[in-house]
């Protein structure tokens, strides 16, 4: 049975905040100015990608937010939670058109840059997302 643009958008989003979440686990801790910065993004850029929303009639970007929230609380591994979104990313990279390429490096570069910019990890974990995302 198809999903609808609903679920996969919703699913999207889901999947997005475990990119995310990783970039902000690198250094093995998710400092607070990388939630401010990632909350901003959603509220500045993410809710203009599309006008999904969710199952409270909310806008579904906020999946995003929702989703790295329970990361943090459930203390995931950040190297899992790459992986995780690498697998997703590879099961439906028709979702992820050029503006959501685009705005998630984006997002991950600025969430890398928030706490004292890039270290070695970020660096890493974003020069990984950059060759899946051309692949």
């Known amino acids: 049975m198809s999903k609808t643009k609903k679920e996969q958008g919703n699913e999207l989003y889901q999947n997005?905040?475990?990119l995310?979440?990783?970039v902000a686990m690198a250094d093995h801790n998710v400092h607070r100015k990388e939630l401010e910065k990632l909350n901003e993004l959603v509220k500045e850029h993410w809710l203009e990608?599309?006008?999904i929303?969710?199952?409270y009639g909310t806008d579904a970007a906020f999946q995003i937010a929702t989703v790295f929230d329970w990361l943090v609380d459930q203390e995931k591994n950040g190297n899992e939670a790459y992986e995780a979104f690498e697998e997703y990313y590879l099961?439906?990279?028709l979702l992820f058109t050029p503006t959501v390429k685009n705005l998630a490096m984006a997002t991950s570069r600025a969430i890398a840059a928030s706490f004292s910019g890039n270290n070695k990890a970020e660096l890493v974990l974003l020069g990984r997302l950059e060759l899946l995302f051309k692949s």
Do not use: N
């Open 91 to 93: 099961e439906h990279k």
């Open 16 to 18: 997005l905040a475990y």
């Open 53 to 55: 929303e969710d199952a």
């Open 20 to 22: 995310f979440y990783a």
């Open 49 to 51: 990608v599309d006008d």
